[in-house]
């Protein structure tokens, strides 16, 4: 599977408001980028597709999370992770991510 990469949160003030307000394709992920390991929380408050959240540690999705649109129901990420991965679809656990350019390319672990 390859993704386009639409959004990239890679500091506090856009990790904050993530994806509110924008639409992510069928076919583009949004990543968030962090500078140091660590359990991460979501909400969807403002977000208007159902999305799922993939943690990834060295290149692995390690967790994967549906969440609703538009609800404020926390979703935490307990693993430490410096990225994960917002899209419309579901990215298996075990499986490998990279970074190519303006793509995220997934394959089987």
């Known amino acids: 599977m390859v993704l386009d990469i639409?959004?990239?949160f890679d500091d506090a003030e856009s990790r904050i408001e993530g994806?509110?307000?924008h639409r992510c394709p069928i076919d583009a992920c949004a990543l968030?980028?962090?500078e140091t390991p660590a359990p991460r929380k979501f909400w969807?408050?403002?977000v208007h597709t159902n999305l799922y959240l993939s943690a990834v540690l060295d290149n692995e999705v390690v967790g994967s999370i549906f969440m609703r649109a538009n609800t404020t129901e926390v979703h935490i990420v307990s693993e430490p992770v410096m990225v994960v991965v917002e899209s419309r679809v579901?990215?298996?656990v075990g499986s490998h991510v990279d970074i190519?350019?303006?793509k995220l390319?997934?394959?089987n672990g």
């Open 6 to 8: 639409k959004y990239i």
């Open 19 to 21: 994806l509110r307000g």
């Open 90 to 92: 579901e990215i298996p």
């Open 44 to 46: 969807m408050k403002g």
């Open 32 to 34: 968030f980028v962090y």
């Open 105 to 107: 390319v997934v394959s």
């Open 100 to 102: 190519v350019g303006e």
